[in-house]
């Protein structure tokens, strides 16, 4: 579903990630002008919820790839939507009519991109949030247009998956309740 909110020149777009069996939208994406000229898309993936599926998810604690099996197929299951998410008034701003996801993350990849992004999560959110950028980066983005803040999150890979973890434009921050490793 995508639609355009009444806010001038903001555009919202939200993608049903995990959705077969009816655990609904799992991530949101935004964008807007920045004062510069520029423009910020924000990718917000949602927690747990009270869906089966979504514990399911949680309960793949296996690795694949060096990621939580659960998180890791969510994660892919976003990409694999990137190309179907529009970005309507993006798209209009920068002149490239039918602009998607998957285009704007292309533009990541070049010196004076014409947009940033920031991804947050809550808990299994934030542990999707964790994975997509660390596939971004993996894919040629350019880590001085991304930034990341997921709360609570739990433990996404193991300890050697990421080459060089403390250069990922992700902050973990830990909730009263919850427990960070680290």
């Keep these: ?21 009816g655990a609904g939208c799992k991530a949101m ?3 807007h002008p920045l004062m510069d000229g520029r423009w910020l898309v924000a990718i917000s993936f949602t927690g747990t919820t009270r869906h089966l599926a979504d514990w399911l998810d949680n309960l793949k604690i296996e690795q694949e790839d060096g990621f ?5 197929r969510l994660t892919r299951q976003f990409e694999a939507q990137c190309g179907q998410i ?6 209009a701003a920068l002149s ?7 285009g704007v993350l292309d533009m990541l990849k070049y010196e004076r991109s014409p947009v940033s992004l920031v991804v947050t999560g809550h808990s299994q959110g934030a542990a999707l949030m964790q994975i997509f950028i660390a596939h971004l980066l993996q894919n040629g983005v350019l880590p001085q247009y991304v930034l990341g803040c ?9 300890a050697r998956t990421l080459k060089n973890a ?13 427990r960070q490793a680290g």
């Design 68 to 72: 939580h099996q659960g998180f890791l």
């Design 150 to 158: 997921g709360f609570a999150s739990p433990c996404v890979a193991g």
């Design 96 to 102: 490239r009519p039918g602009l998607t996801l998957a």
């Design 1 to 21: 579903t995508t639609f355009t909110a009444s806010a001038p020149r903001m555009s919202t777009s939200s993608s049903k990630v995990g959705g077969e069996d």
């Design 166 to 178: 403390s250069a990922m434009p992700a902050s973990p921050v830990a909730s009263s309740g919850s």
């Design 86 to 91: 529009a970005m309507p008034c993006l798209g």
């Design 29 to 31: 994406v935004l964008s």
